[in-house]
T-cell receptor
Framework: DQQVKQNSPSLSVQEGRISILNCDYT??????FLWYKKYPAEGPTFLIS?????DKNEDGRFTVFLNKSAKHLSLHIVPSQPGDSAVYFC??????????????FGDGTTLTVKP | DTGVSQNPRHKITKRGQNVTFRCDPI?????LYWYRQTLGQGPEFLTY????????KSRLLSDRFSAERPKGSFSTLEIQRTEQGDSAMYLC?????????????FGDGTRLSIL
């Protein structure tokens, strides 16, 4: 039973256009959602996060939107740059319950930004 | 901030052998996590420590796996009697206090290959 799902294994966009990466979750107990970026042969690095009490968080070219009723979040990158090409993981964490104390990750979406 | 360090980066061993991995977290980070990642999947939680106390272990962590964090500094993950299915990337991460909104800082992982 996968609690965090990224249904698109890959996404390809043109440089300068918008990249939209999606994530769905099943457990309504999740309180925080984080996006990580991973380059080959490196560990994941934190990108941006959002609390469940918000519906949007923005940091430069990166914006995360949360639709709590739909249990869906998305990461928007605009404009996309070739250096954004990486695997993006969605992760969720909770304050209480069985998911407290750790992060639950999706399987990732590989983003390719073409020059 | 020297980052999270994991050693070795690669480990190749024969089935049935024991292996031990080391993780040095960012200094003064109280929370330390171990994850396992296989190809095409996101990191799967194995266990975490708050200082020297191991607070939770995933059911993925069979009795062949043991983790320690003596004195609340570095951590080791040992796998006894390795099996083919243990082949994976083992990731270590740390965070200052372990609150859910805190991003985790990952090392570059130890890739284990079982012959």
């Amino acid at each position: 039973d996968q609690q965090v799902k990224q249904n698109s294994p890959s996404l390809s966009v043109q440089e300068g256009r918008i990249s939209i990466l999606n994530c769905d979750y099943t457990n309504s107990m999740f309180d925080y959602f984080l996006w990580y970026k991973k380059y080959p042969a490196e560990g994941p690095t934190f990108l941006i996060s959002i609390s469940s009490i918000k519906d949007k968080n923005e940091d430069g070219r990166f914006t995360v939107f949360l639709n709590k009723s739909a249990k869906h979040l998305s990461l928007h990158i605009v404009p996309s740059q070739p250096g954004d090409s990486a695997v993006y993981f969605c992760a969720a964490s909770a304050v209480i319950g069985t998911n407290a104390g750790k992060s639950t990750f999706g399987d990732g979406t590989t983003l390719t930004v073409k020059p | 901030d020297t980052g999270v360090s994991q050693n070795p980066r690669h480990k190749i061993t024969k089935r049935g052998q024991n292996v031990t991995f080391r993780c040095d977290p960012i200094s003064e980070h109280n929370r330390l996590y171990w994850y396992r990642q296989t190809l095409g999947q996101g990191p799967e939680f194995l266990t975490y420590f708050q200082n020297e106390a191991q607070l939770e272990k995933s059911r993925l962590l069979s009795d062949r796996f043991s983790a320690e964090r003596p004195k609340g500094s570095f951590s080791t993950l040992e796998i006894q009697r390795t099996e083919q299915g243990d082949s994976a990337m083992y990731l270590c991460a740390s965070s200052p206090t372990g609150t859910p909104i805190e991003p985790q800082h990952f090392g570059d992982g130890t890739r284990l290959s079982i012959l």
